[in-house]
């Protein structure tokens, strides 16, 4: 373990390897995202079906997706109770 002096005026910021590993990562989804988007906005002016692992990182439809009323679908009978935990989930963080 490294102590650290803050009184030190010397002191430069170490950056490791995990670091960088962390914001290639943060970087590579951030930028499926953004291709993911625009993929699927040029898909709706076209009206066809796309690539589905692409349109996965879609923010609009995932966004969709996330706020949609429940389906009759009985898959999603099974997962009643996760919309409550969205629901709590999304009403504890807005606020903050």
Not at 10 to 38: P, R
Not at 45 to 65: C, M, P, T
């Amino acid at each position: 373990m490294e102590v650290v002096d803050y009184n030190n005026v010397d002191n430069k910021l170490n950056i490791g390897y995990g670091d960088y590993a962390i914001a290639i990562l943060c970087f590579a989804l951030l930028t499926m995202n953004l291709i993911g988007s625009i993929y699927d906005i040029f898909l709706q002016k076209r009206e066809v079906k796309g690539n589905k692992f692409i349109l996965a990182f879609s923010i609009k439809r995932n966004w969709e997706k996330l706020i949609a009323p429940d389906s009759n679908n009985p898959r999603y009978e099974r997962l009643k109770v996760f919309h409550g935990v969205r629901s709590t989930t999304f009403c504890r963080t807005t606020p903050s």
